[in-house]
Structures are given as structure tokens and as C-alpha cells.
């Protein structure tokens, strides 16, 4: 950034001064802390560097900004009137770079993210901060079939998917997998399970078990409808469904039992369907996918931002299972 004054010869204009980034930054931090050696901390640099800074920037604009004692730091009345134009100033000038490097490397246009179930509100704030820093790459929502959780993404018709586990499709790339969850089986107010508080997942070999429609792999289908019981005991077979929506209507018809994780129960309240917990069967999990050989800058970047978010919401209340829960 270079500040322009006039020049002794001709009347012609040249550079009379050279305003550093690196101090423009450390004079935002320090008008935010207030604090010469916690304003080193966050721009890593010892506080000797940090008093440098300010004294170049303030010797180039010719004033004070700063005042500091022993025992305060304050801002002069000239600082705070730099500081307000300063900020949005420095604002725009970091979103314009941060926009030419997107486009640069290919952070822009829709990145179309298919998913199974429901999209929660807390996956909806990680796609808000993803597109709030990517404002060239809009994201685009698909629900995915049940039974198709991985055609779309091999059609090219979702650039990422969020599906339930497991993926073991070699073109396939499994990244950040979110918090498990407990399994449930829906089943029909009717049925002698509605009154049941809990059961074992020997259980399912007594009532028909909604099974997954093709194209789904046989390995995913058989995961997330088991023909056997963990002992090995056969489970009766239900009709099989392509959507959530035909499994519950096909469970308060009493047309079988379907399994569940969680987060979906809560979704999905319905006067008709009672959820019972199960054990005895491992639980659920989600995972973000996409193609081996589509492995692109928006898919890498929201990549990212997911397993940020996972990172950051550990001991939250609302874990990002829950952000865009699925069948299971």
C-alpha cells in the first residue's frame, strides 16, 4: 500500500511514503487488546516487535496513535479516528484478496453438497461461514435417495455428499466423519415393541426389518437393514424402501420395523410411530465423500470448514452428527 505526496520537481507526484500490511495489522490487534504483549501473542511476535510496528507506522503518518504507561495502553484521539477508517479500509482490502485467490484457485461457482435425511441448523451455520468466506462459491442442497446415496456424486450431479457408513468404494474419498450416534427402531404404535423402553438387537430377528432398494451396494444395504442378528440369527425381511418417507409411512402402517440413528428420531415425530433405543449393534455415523478424481479447490475448502467445525464443537451440545442427520 502506498501513500502518494507531491514531489519537488515538475509538480509530478511520487511515493512519499510505504505503509506496511504487517503494520496496519498489528496496530487493529493492539487497538483490540490493548496490551502490548497479548497483541504479540496473537501475531506471534515477541512485544519488542509489536512496539517497532506502531512506531513505524506512527512515524510514517507523522502523529501519535498510541499512548501507553506503565500501566494502561489507550489510543490518542487521532488513533481512534484512524482506527474507524481504518477497519472497514483494511476489511476490503482482505476480502478483495481473499476473493482473487479464490478465484484464483478455483473457489468459485456452486459447490452442489448432496445429503441423506435432514440438514440441521448447526450444519447450516458451517455452509453460512463456508459461503460468508467463499462469496463466489454458493452452495446448492440435494437430498440424496436412500437407496442411491452414492449415484449422484458418480453422475456428476453433487460435487460432495454427506451418507451414512459405511463407503468402501474405491473411487470413493471418505473425509471428516462426524460424531456416532445411537441406533432406534421405528415401529408402529400397533406393534408389541411400541411399549418396549429399550431393546437388544436380537429382537430384530422376530419382526419383519424394512430393508434399502437397490442401486445401493449390497455391503451399505446390509448395514443399515441387517439380515442377521449379531448371533447370527436370520432377520425377517420387510418390503424395501428408496426414502425415508416411504420407510416411516410403511412402519405406522405396521408393514415392518426400520432402523433409525438418533438424531433422525427427533426429526421426525410422528403420533403413529414410537422410537425404542436398541443395543447390541454398532452405531451410526455420517461421513463427508466425494470422487477420487473430482477432488476440487470447493470440495477441499468445505472439507475443511467440516472438520473445523467438528474440532470446534466437541463439547457442544448439539454435535454436528445432529447438523445433518440421516437415516441409519
Given at each position: 500500500?502506498?501513500?502518494?505526496?507531491?514531489g519537488?520537481?515538475?509538480?509530478?507526484?511520487?511515493?512519499?511514503?510505504t505503509?506496511?500490511?504487517?503494520?496496519?495489522?498489528?496496530?487493529?490487534?493492539?487497538?483490540?487488546?490493548?496490551h502490548?504483549?497479548?497483541?504479540?501473542?496473537?501475531?506471534?511476535?515477541?512485544?519488542?516487535?509489536?512496539?517497532?510496528?506502531?512506531?513505524?507506522?506512527?512515524?510514517?503518518?507523522?502523529?501519535r496513535?498510541?499512548?501507553?504507561?506503565?500501566?494502561?495502553?489507550?489510543?490518542?484521539?487521532?488513533g481512534?479516528?484512524?482506527?474507524?477508517?481504518?477497519?472497514?479500509?483494511?476489511?476490503?482490502?482482505?476480502?478483495?484478496?481473499?476473493?482473487?485467490?479464490?478465484?484464483a484457485?478455483g473457489?468459485?461457482?456452486?459447490?452442489?453438497i448432496?445429503?441423506?435425511?435432514?440438514?440441521?441448523?448447526?450444519?447450516?451455520?458451517?455452509i453460512?461461514?463456508?459461503?460468508?468466506?467463499?462469496?463466489?462459491?454458493?452452495?446448492?442442497?440435494?437430498?440424496?435417495?436412500?437407496?442411491?446415496?452414492?449415484?449422484?456424486?458418480?453422475?456428476?450431479?453433487?460435487?460432495?455428499a454427506?451418507?451414512?457408513?459405511?463407503?468402501?468404494?474405491?473411487t470413493?474419498?471418505?473425509?471428516?466423519v462426524f460424531?456416532?450416534?445411537?441406533?432406534?427402531?421405528?415401529?408402529?404404535?400397533?406393534h408389541?415393541?411400541?411399549?418396549r423402553?429399550?431393546?437388544?438387537?436380537?429382537?430384530l430377528?422376530t419382526?419383519?426389518?424394512?430393508?434399502v432398494?437397490?442401486?445401493?451396494?449390497?455391503?451399505?444395504?446390509?448395514?443399515q437393514?441387517?439380515?442377521?442378528?449379531?448371533?447370527?440369527?436370520?432377520?425377517?425381511?420387510?418390503?424395501?424402501i428408496?426414502?425415508?418417507?416411504?420407510?416411516?409411512?410403511?412402519?405406522?402402517?405396521n408393514?415392518?420395523?426400520?432402523?433409525?440413528?438418533?438424531?433422525?428420531?427427533?426429526?421426525?415425530?410422528?403420533?403413529?410411530?414410537?422410537?425404542?433405543?436398541v443395543t447390541?449393534?454398532?452405531?451410526?455415523?455420517?461421513?463427508?465423500?466425494?470422487?477420487?478424481?473430482l477432488?476440487n479447490?470447493?470440495?477441499?475448502?468445505f472439507?475443511?470448514?467440516?472438520?473445523?467445525?467438528?474440532?470446534h464443537?466437541?463439547?457442544?451440545?448439539?454435535?454436528?452428527?445432529q447438523?445433518a442427520?440421516?437415516?441409519?
Open positions: 500500500m502506498t501513500v502518494n505526496g507531491p519537488s520537481a515538475g509538480g509530478q507526484w511520487a511515493p512519499a511514503s505503509v506496511e500490511i504487517r503494520e496496519l495489522e498489528c496496530f487493529l490487534v493492539l487497538a483490540d487488546e490493548l502490548f504483549g497479548r497483541t504479540g501473542e496473537r501475531l506471534y511476535v515477541s512485544q519488542s516487535r509489536v512496539s517497532q510496528l506502531i512506531r513505524s507506522l506512527e512515524q510514517r503518518i507523522g502523529a496513535l498510541v499512548d501507553r504507561t506503565s500501566r494502561r495502553v489507550r489510543l490518542t484521539r487521532l481512534e479516528d484512524f482506527l474507524q477508517a481504518l477497519r472497514p479500509a483494511y476489511a476490503a482490502l482482505r476480502d478483495t484478496v481473499d476473493n482473487a485467490r479464490a478465484a484457485s473457489l468459485n461457482g456452486p459447490l452442489r448432496g445429503f441423506q435425511g435432514i440438514v440441521g441448523y448447526a450444519f447450516m451455520d458451517v453460512g461461514e463456508f459461503e460468508g468466506r467463499y462469496p463466489e462459491c454458493a452452495v446448492r442442497l440435494t437430498e440424496l435417495p436412500l437407496s442411491d446415496p452414492f449415484g449422484p456424486l458418480y453422475r456428476g450431479e453433487v460435487d460432495t454427506v451418507v451414512l457408513l459405511p463407503v468402501a468404494e474405491p470413493l474419498v471418505l473425509g471428516p460424531s456416532r450416534q445411537p441406533q432406534y427402531l421405528a415401529v408402529s404404535r400397533r408389541a415393541f411400541a411399549t423402553t429399550a431393546l437388544d438387537a436380537e429382537d430377528a419382526t419383519p426389518l424394512l430393508g432398494a437397490a442401486p445401493a451396494p449390497d455391503y451399505w444395504r446390509e448395514a437393514a441387517p439380515t442377521r442378528t449379531p448371533s447370527g440369527t436370520p432377520v425377517p425381511q420387510g418390503p424395501t428408496g426414502t425415508l418417507q416411504e420407510g416411516l409411512s410403511l412402519v405406522a402402517a408393514r415392518g420395523v426400520m432402523l433409525l440413528c438418533h438424531p433422525t428420531t427427533e426429526h421426525h415425530h410422528r403420533r403413529d410411530v414410537a422410537y425404542v433405543p447390541g449393534l454398532p452405531d451410526s455415523a455420517l461421513g463427508l465423500i466425494w470422487r477420487r478424481d477432488h479447490a470447493r470440495v477441499r475448502a472439507a475443511e470448514a467440516v472438520a473445523n467445525a467438528l474440532v464443537q466437541q463439547d457442544s451440545t448439539e454435535p454436528i452428527q447438523q442427520s440421516s437415516v441409519h
